[in-house]
């Protein structure tokens, strides 16, 4: 689109599940024993698997605006990215998120602390969770110069319905529009003892875990709301 090889894309992402799938999954204990995906919380003890199917039209914003499209929201940037050295599939590696995430900001021309929610991985457990939120306090927290008055929302959909695995992002990206659009934060279903772990990494740094609806707080700027 930006190099105007085509005027119009569709992306899709697609999860259909197999027994053999899941026999694998929770050999390597990848699942939660319960069915749940206890995002942020405490009790994080692996991921609940679903299946599903999401899609939306890409267009240049000129396009959409010239042919009275709705415009569910504009995506200002983005950034691909690889673990690179880790202890495990499960073991995420800190410094490369923190990467991601600075050439996403990077490539959109926005400032960490304009950002009013992030849509996180948050698959629920013990270990993930705490790296990637600490990914987030050190990109997006108070270093970032953010205030206490414009605290970042950090949410995960995967506690409502689930993971959707290589579906994952585009529920993600749906569930960030969705608040981006309405105006509040969605709840983490599940979360009722944040993760010690992670209650370390984010004190001081002006993010909070939405239990509720919670309603953003609209820029200083007047700017539109961005969301990560």
């Known amino acids: 689109l930006q190099h105007r090889e ?4 569709v992306v899709a992402g697609v999860n259909v599940l197999t027994a053999g799938g899941s026999i694998a999954c ?3 204990g990848m ?6 995906c206890h995002t942020f919380d405490e009790s994080a003890n692996g991921y609940c698997r679903s299946e599903g199917c999401g899609a939306m039209v890409l267009k240049r914003l000129s396009d959409a605006e010239r042919d009275g499209n709705r415009i569910y929201a504009v995506i200002k940037g983005s950034a691909v990215m690889q673990d690179g050295r880790s202890a495990s599939l499960t073991a995420p590696n800190g410094l490369a998120q923190e990467q991601l995430l600075r050439a996403a900001l990077s490539d959109a021309g926005v400032d960490a602390r304009d950002v009013s929610l992030v849509e996180a991985h948050g698959t629920g457990t013990k270990l993930g969770d705490p790296i990637e939120t600490e990914a987030l306090a050190a990109v997006y927290g108070a270093r970032s110069g953010r205030s206490s008055d414009f605290p970042l929302h950090v949410c995960s959909v995967k506690a ?8 994952a992002g585009m529920a993600g990206l749906f569930s960030a529009i969705l608040s981006l659009q309405h105006g509040p934060a969605p709840g983490n ?3 009722r003892v944040l993760n010690e772990k992670i209650s370390a990494t984010v004190d001081g740094e002006h993010i909070v875990f939405p239990r509720e609806l919670t309603r953003l707080q609209p820029r200083v ?3 539109s709301l961005v969301a990560g």
């Open 160 to 167: 409502n319905i689930g993971h959707l695995e290589p579906a």
């Open 189 to 191: 279903a599940q979360l």
């Open 6 to 9: 085509c005027n119009e894309a």
């Open 221 to 223: 700027d007047g700017k």
């Open 31 to 36: 699942l939660s024993p319960d069915g749940k």
């Open 26 to 28: 929770a050999m390597a």
